[in-house]
């Protein structure tokens, strides 16, 4: 690890020229980019972790171009937490305004659980962002990396056009993966009912730096929030929190909040809409343009939005305030200065705190390397960031994963090999480092009773779990 030098980027939230680099993790891959052989080329990427001076927010400086972190092949799916959607769709059905007729709109596919509950409820009017009619892209391997550039403000006419102007908006697990939060934002603000309401969850990763947990990192996250960083950020940009909910997870928590626009949206640069849209189609081959009636530029009866006087759409420019400026006693970026001061120390010790951490974790696993081969199960992100940026591959002898077209793969970066779990039992391995949730875990550890009645030795690697391999560390 590299440690930070004094230069400041702009930051990919609040836009101040405050991020100061604190430690570069050195050339990574994208996770679930598998090798079909130990020796086939892998694309790496710069990993920089950073902080805003003025906002607080962990990122990473200059992310992975979606193009780049498209998945190769298109079975990759990822699941976020749903053990809590019931009490949210129920707290949901009970806001002030919404009723059976109200129109409800998802993002991607990880709202369709959600749509389906207010279905069930009585809330029939439901639909979701359709990826190619909608956002214009067309390769079938592609997801949110692709779905956070698409959905800015240029692009609002269009979809009020595909899908009316919603009474409620759920963003689930999408911010977090955005470049440019605050067009991101601006877009659901100018969207959005002037009554409605827009509900956004993330994970929340304050655990994880407390915890010095570096499976944090992920090379499609280009944002890490906190609580406090979470509201300050959606408030700067013209999103008033109405509700906050946090739902408890074993390796991470959930936090959700429930918005309403507000008139005070964060300024966009030139040429980041407000009716001054630009074609992606040619930038980005694996888009298509959908705003054909989107205008260039503002002209002569046309709201800022980009919508003609006298519309079926509404008027969002009673919403244009003048930029905002911080109240008094806050920071630029929207954070108290007790608040502000608390997270950057927090994500500063996390930073410093990665040699010492990477150190006791080899100790540990050359310790046990002594009895026997070492397996890490799951063949998943996380698994990935715990190889190849805590650089423990030579301590690992090979991956476990029973997903059907994994098995017979190859890590990304490190090469190790992708065995299924009976396949992983022939090659007598005294450790099984798990690498997934704790309801899998259970899982597996009763589907290979051999393994662990042998003498063998299950532990994970978050340190949030009971005997995870960090409980003889220091």
Not at 297 to 302: D, L, S, T, W
Request: overall charge negative; aromatic content about 8%.
């Amino acid at each position: 690890m590299t440690p930070c030098d004094t230069n400041h980027s702009p930051c990919i939230a609040c836009r101040q020229p405050a991020v100061r680099q604190l430690a570069d993790f050195g050339p990574q891959p994208v996770g679930h980019h598998f090798l079909e052989s130990p020796e086939a080329r892998a694309g790496f990427h710069p990993m920089v972790l950073g902080q805003c001076d003025a906002c607080g927010l962990a990122q990473l400086i200059q992310p992975i171009p979606p193009e780049k972190l498209v998945p190769r092949v298109d079975w990759i799916r990822y699941n976020e937490p749903e053990a809590h959607l019931d009490r949210l769709v129920d707290s949901l059905t009970l806001l002030p305004g919404l009723n059976p007729a109200s129109r409800l709109l998802g993002i991607t596919y990880k709202e369709d659980t959600s749509l389906r509950r207010f279905q069930e409820r009585g809330f029939p009017n439901t639909s979701r962002l359709d990826m190619v009619e909608d956002l214009g892209i067309t390769n079938p391997c592609a997801g949110v990396e692709y779905v956070q550039q698409r959905l800015t403000p240029d692009l609002v006419p269009h979809l009020r056009q595909r899908h009316g102007t919603p009474d409620l908006i759920l963003v689930r697990h999408v911010i977090e993966h955005t470049h440019d939060t605050a067009a991101f934002l601006e877009t659901f603000r100018q969207w959005v009912a002037p009554d409605g309401y827009v509900v956004f969850e993330l994970p929340d990763c304050a655990r994880g730096f407390d915890l010095l947990d570096y499976t944090t990192f992920w090379e499609d996250h280009s944002l890490y929030f906190v609580e406090s960083t979470f509201r300050s950020t959606l408030e700067l940009h013209g999103l008033a929190v109405v509700d906050f909910q946090r739902y408890p997870g074993p390796y991470e928590h959930c936090l959700v909040a429930i918005t309403q626009p507000t008139e005070r949206p964060l300024p966009l640069p030139p040429g980041e809409g407000r009716g001054e849209g630009r074609s992606r189609s040619s930038a980005h081959p694996d888009t298509v343009s959908v705003a054909a009636g989107v205008p260039p530029a503002v002209e002569p009866g046309v709201s800022p939005g980009g919508i003609s006087a006298g519309s079926m759409f509404v008027d969002r420019s009673e919403r244009k305030a003048p930029p905002p400026s911080a109240p008094p006693g806050v920071s630029p970026g929207g954070l108290a200065p007790t608040a502000l001061s608390a997270e950057l120390a927090r994500v500063q010790a996390f930073s410093t705190g990665f040699a010492p951490r990477r150190e006791a974790i080899r100790r540990q696993l050359m310790d046990w390397r002594r009895a026997g081969p070492i397996g890490l199960f799951g063949a998943g992100h996380q698994a990935s960031t715990f190889l190849n940026l805590l650089r423990v591959a030579d301590l690992i002898d090979f991956v476990i994963d029973d997903h059907p077209r994994k098995a017979g793969r190859f890590m990304p970066g490190c090469g190790l090999p992708i065995l299924s779990s009976a396949d992983a039992l022939k090659r007598g391995a005294k450790v099984w480092l798990s690498t997934v949730g704790a309801e899998s875990e259970r899982k597996i550890v009763e589907r290979n009773r051999a393994f662990v009645e042998g003498g063998g030795i299950f532990a994970s690697i978050y340190p949030t779990q009971p005997g995870h391999l960090f409980t003889p560390l220091p």
